[in-house]
C-alpha cells in the first residue's frame, strides 16, 4: 500500500467535486423520468449530441492542442466506454432494475477505480482508501437490499456490469491525457466520440421524438447540459487534480443523494435501511479522505556533557 497520499484537494476542486456528484445524482432521477418515452440507445444519443454541441461552444474561442497517437487512442476509450457504452447500458438497466439495485450494482465502478488506477497507474493502495471503499460500498448494498423491487431482471444486472466496466475503464484511460490536454477539451472530444458510437440509434431517436411530450424532451437536453457538459467537465477538473481511486470513491455520495431527490421530486418515501445505508456511504468517503499520520522523527541521544 502506498505511503505517500495526496496532497488534500483545494477549494476549487472540492467544489468541482461537489457539482459532478449533484449533477450526476440528479441524472438517475432524469432517467427514470423520461425512459418511459425514449429507448436507451436513442436517449444516449440525444443526450450527447446536447452535450457535444454544449462543450463544442465552450471551446470556440480556446486553443486546441493536438493530441499525440497515444492519446487518441485512450480519447477513444474514454468516450466509446464511458460516454457511449455506459449511456446506453446504464439507461437500459434502469428499464429492469429499480433504482437502488442499479446504484449498488453501477457502483462497484469506483471499486474497479481503484483497483486499474492502482494496477496501472501507479496510485498504490493507500490504507484509509482501500477502507473507505469497503465501508462506501457496505451503504451501497443497503441502499440495494432496502429498495429493490421483488424480482431482478438478469438483463439488468448483466447491463449494470457492462455499465461498471465501462465507466471504470473510461476513468483511467482519461487520467493519463489530462496531463497535457484541458479537461473541457478531453470532455467535449470525449463526448463527440461517444455520440458518434450512439449514431446507430438516429433513426430511432428521430421516430421517438415526435411522439414526446415537451417534458420528456426537457428531460433529455437536461441530461446533455447539465449531467453531461458540465459534470463531465468539472469531473475532468477533480480529476486532474485528484488521484483516480481517491475521486471515484466520491460517487458513493451519488446513490443517497439519488434517494433524496426521489424523495422531494418523485414523492419516493425511502425506507429507513435505506437511509441507513446512505449515511454508511457518507462514512465511507470521510473514511476515504482519511490520510495515515507522519511518523515522527526519531530523537537523537543527548551527547554527554554539559550543554554550550
Known amino acids: 500500500m502506498s505511503n505517500q497520499p495526496a496532497a488534500p484537494p483545494d477549494a476549487r476542486t472540492v467544489l468541482a467535486v461537489v457539482v459532478t456528484v449533484l449533477a450526476w445524482a440528479s441524472a438517475f432521477v432524469a432517467i427514470r423520468g423520461v425512459g418511459d418515452q425514449f429507448s436507451p440507445g436513442a436517449l444516449a444519443l440525444g443526450r450527447l449530441l446536447v452535450g457535444t454541441v454544449v462543450l463544442g461552444l465552450l471551446m470556440t474561442g480556446r486553443g486546441w ?19 457511449g457504452v455506459y449511456n446506453v447500458t446504464l439507461n437500459a438497466a434502469e428499464q429492469h432494475l429499480d433504482a437502488g439495485t442499479t446504484a449498488m450494482l453501477v457502483n462497484i465502478g469506483p471499486i474497479l477505480i481503484a483497483l486499474f488506477a492502482g494496477l496501472l497507474l ?31 431482471e438478469l438483463i439488468g444486472i448483466v447491463f449494470c456490469v457492462i455499465a461498471a466496466v465501462a465507466y471504470a475503464a473510461g476513468v483511467v484511460a482519461q487520467k493519463p491525457v489530462l496531463r497535457r490536454l484541458s479537461g473541457l477539451q478531453v470532455t467535449f472530444t470525449g463526448c463527440a466520440i461517444g455520440a458518434v458510437c450512439c449514431l446507430p440509434w438516429a433513426g430511432t431517436l428521430a421516430e421517438e421524438l415526435g411522439p414526446a411530450s415537451s417534458g ?92 554550550l
Open 122 to 152: 501507479g496510485e498504490g493502495f493507500p490504507r484509509w482508501l482501500v477502507a473507505g471503499i469497503a465501508v462506501a460500498f457496505a451503504g451501497v448494498v443497503l441502499i440495494g437490499v432496502a429498495t429493490r423491487g421483488a424480482e431482478t
Open 216 to 307: 420528456s424532451v426537457a428531460g433529455m437536453v437536461y441530461l446533455g447540459v447539465v449531467p453531461t457538459a458540465l459534470a463531465f467537465s468539472t469531473w475532468a477538473y477533480a480529476l486532474s487534480r485528484m488521484d483516480a481511486g481517491t475521486l471515484g470513491v466520491s460517487t458513493y455520495l451519488v446513490p443517497p443523494l439519488v434517494i433524496l431527490l426521489g424523495w422531494l421530486l418523485l414523492e419516493e418515501v425511502p425506507p429507513a435501511l435505506a437511509l441507513a445505508g446512505g449515511v454508511v456511504c457518507l462514512l465511507g468517503v470521510a473514511v476515504s479522505r482519511r490520510r495515515s499520520r507522519p511518523l515522527p522523527p526519531v530523537p537523537l541521544p543527548a551527547e554527554a556533557g554539559p550543554p
Open 65 to 83: 492542442v493536438a493530441p499525440t497517437g497515444r492519446e487518441w487512442a485512450l480519447l477513444t476509450v474514454c468516450g466509446a466506454g464511458w460516454f
